[in-house]
């Protein structure tokens, strides 16, 4: 049930976070405490499904509500009829406003390849087409332009590298470029602009190398190394392009890690940031909500419930500026409006995917915020816009032009 009470908490937390790489604690998990679970967002709410507790593996799914600091319980994994099993070491992802949960292992079946799809507001599951690949558990997911994105992870026949995605729409698999790391489970992955990242994992040796994948063209390209230990059992997120996040896990030392470190897309480097402040531990997870992201349960020996906020170097002006900025029309074909604009708007910067300035202005009027892509560039593609104000620089947005 939600508490009317954690709304004054919330306010003060939401408060804390004008603070850059800032963490702060919220609301425990339901349940028990618990490890190898899976998180996915659909719209402003959380759902972290399955996992490994003291007792036993688990079926059940909690909903983050991130006004309120609290968590409700939503349909277990499969119905009532529990059909979807008790597991651990699942996928998970969101497209549309779905998320879905498969693979994973139980405690009678050690390899799964079933895939379930979640509807929020049914609060029901209906089972999907199978994965086409070998069953498996501890493999990674990301999303790019709707379709989901899955590979890597441990089989019966051992570890994997191959990849494949899959189309809601269609409700079926198509395999793709094999990640060109060595076979591994236990990775972390995430998806930024037009592109998916993954990295680090358990290959026989923790991993520390680091991938992008290029949908367009079907193509793996490899980036900086992960700069902290190698290891196997961590969390990713990314909250406000051009940065993204690896945390936790453990590392060759079998020491459970706390430490948070960023990547920069347009720099292609890596730098520290504030220690995530529970306790070291792998097989947590992440998500993110209006670019806060947040990080809980595990395992170090023992389960655990707690769950921190972390407001990275970009997320606060995520959290405050484009949830209320927007373009439109998005595609376009040379004019976008801006809608939502704050007072102190000046003007705006366009760049290349690359990160290559290729244009900017200062607005005429502020009562005309609009700009006409094709005055910059009359070649169709992705470009990012930051708009400028007086006082500060907002975020990066994607827009395409046509």
């Given at each position: 049930m939600k508490r009317i009470c954690v709304l004054i908490y919330s306010i003060m937390g939401t408060l804390s976070l004008f603070a850059?790489?800032?963490?702060?604690?919220?609301d425990t998990i339901n349940g028990d405490p618990r490890a190898a679970a899976t998180a996915f967002t659909v719209g402003s709410y959380a759902y972290v499904a399955t996992g490994l507790e003291e007792y036993g593996f688990r079926r059940k799914v909690n909903s983050y509500d991130y006004f309120q600091n609290d968590w409700d319980n939503e349909a277990s994994l499969?119905?009532?009829?529990?059909?979807?099993?008790?597991?651990?070491?699942?996928?998970?992802?969101?497209?549309?406003?779905?998320?879905?949960?498969?693979?994973?292992?139980?405690?009678?079946?050690?390899?799964?390849?079933?895939?379930?799809?979640?509807?929020?507001?049914?609060?029901?599951?209906?089972?999907?087409?199978?994965?086409?690949?070998?069953?498996?558990?501890?493999?990674?997911?990301?999303?790019?332009?709707?379709?989901?994105?899955?590979?890597?992870?441990?089989?019966?026949?051992?570890?994997?590298?191959?990849?494949?995605?899959?189309?809601?729409?269609?409700?079926?698999?198509?395999?793709?470029?094999?990640?060109?790391?060595?076979?591994?489970?236990?990775?972390?992955a995430f998806s930024e602009l037009d592109y998916g990242f993954v990295g680090t994992g358990d290959a026989g040796v923790l991993q520390n190398d680091f991938w992008m994948y290029d949908a367009s063209l079907d193509l793996w390209i490899q980036k900086a190394p992960f700069p902290g230990t190698p290891r196997s059992g961590s969390v990713a997120w990314s909250t406000s392009f051009p940065l993204a996040y690896i945390a936790l896990g453990e590392d060759n030392l079998n020491e459970f890690k706390k430490d948070v470190w960023e990547y920069n897309y347009y720099t292609n480097s890596w730098l520290q940031r504030s220690d995530f402040p529970?306790?070291?531990?792998?097989?947590?997870?992440?998500?993110?909500?209006?670019?806060?992201?947040?990080?809980?349960?595990?395992?170090?020996?023992?389960?655990?419930?707690?769950?921190?906020?972390?407001?990275?170097?970009?997320?606060i002006q995520d959290n405050n500026t484009l949830s209320s900025v927007s373009f439109y029309p998005n595609p376009t074909q040379?004019?976008?409006?801006?809608?939502?604009?704050?007072?102190?708007?000046i003007g705006y910067r366009i760049y290349s995917l690359?990160?290559?300035?290729?244009?900017?202005?200062?607005?005429n009027s502020v009562e005309n915020y609009a700009i006409n892509l094709?005055?910059?560039?009359?070649?169709?593609?992705?470009?990012?816009?930051?708009?400028?104000?007086?006082?500060?620089?907002?975020?990066?947005?994607r827009i395409v032009l046509e």
């Open positions: 850059q790489d800032t963490w702060y604690q919220i499969g119905g009532d009829n529990g059909q979807g099993l008790e597991r651990a070491s699942a996928i998970s992802f969101s497209i549309y406003d779905k998320g879905y949960v498969g693979l994973g292992q139980t405690e009678t079946v050690e390899f799964m390849d079933d895939l379930w799809e979640f509807d929020p507001i049914a609060n029901t599951w209906t089972q999907k087409a199978n994965f086409i690949g070998a069953p498996r558990k501890q493999a990674v997911a990301f999303v790019l332009n709707d379709l989901g994105h899955v590979g890597t992870g441990q089989a019966a026949t051992g570890l994997k590298n191959d990849f494949y995605t899959y189309d809601p729409l269609t409700n079926s698999w198509t395999e793709i470029q094999e990640f060109p790391g060595l076979p591994r489970k236990g990775a972390v529970g306790s070291g531990r792998k097989n947590a997870v992440a998500f993110t909500i209006s670019g806060i992201a947040y990080v809980g349960t595990g395992f170090n020996g023992t389960f655990h419930d707690d769950f921190y906020a972390y407001s990275g170097t970009a997320g040379s004019l976008i409006q801006i809608k939502g604009v704050h007072e102190d708007l690359s990160g290559q300035l290729i244009g900017e202005r200062l607005f094709t005055n910059h560039t009359k070649i169709p593609g992705v470009y990012m816009i930051q708009l400028r104000g007086i006082n500060q620089v907002y975020p990066l947005k």
